[in-house]
């Protein structure tokens, strides 16, 4: 299973970016599927998550300002992200849990993160 992003690049304070993720391989289902973000020398944290139903939870930096959805006909998640602020510079991650077939477990895997790059 591979998860592979892209959207990412350089903006200025107060607009908008959107961000993809597809994923592939031997996928028999996905539950739930994220963003998370790694900003320079922090640690990566949660920004929103998915579930296969469509139920969206978002922390508290991205409520009122990202979306977060998917489209699970195409193995697909999107982050909108609008009103972008100088702290929301990161490299960007999707998740996804992921099960190959009927018996399998489900275990999570990461995408290869897309730079972000908010700056005036």
């Known amino acids: 299973v591979q998860l592979q992003a892209s959207g990412g690049g350089l903006v200025q304070p107060g607009e908008s970016l959107g961000l993809s993720c597809a994923a592939s391989?031997?996928?028999?289902?996905?539950?739930?599927m994220g963003w998370y973000r790694q900003p320079p020398g922090k640690q990566r944290e949660l920004v929103a998550v998915?579930?296969?139903?469509?139920?969206?939870n978002y922390v508290n930096f991205a409520k009122g300002r990202f979306a977060i959805s998917r489209d699970n006909a195409k193995n697909m998640v999107y982050l909108q992200m609008n009103s972008l602020k100088l702290e929301d510079s990161a490299v960007y991650y999707c998740?996804?849990?992921?099960?190959?077939?009927?018996?399998?477990?489900?275990?999570?895997?990461w995408g290869q993160g897309t730079q972000v790059t908010v700056s005036s």
């Open positions: 391989g031997s996928i028999f289902r996905i539950n739930n």
């Open positions: 998740y996804a849990e992921v099960s190959r077939s009927s018996r399998d477990r489900t275990k999570g895997y």
């Open positions: 998915i579930t296969s139903g469509g139920v969206t």
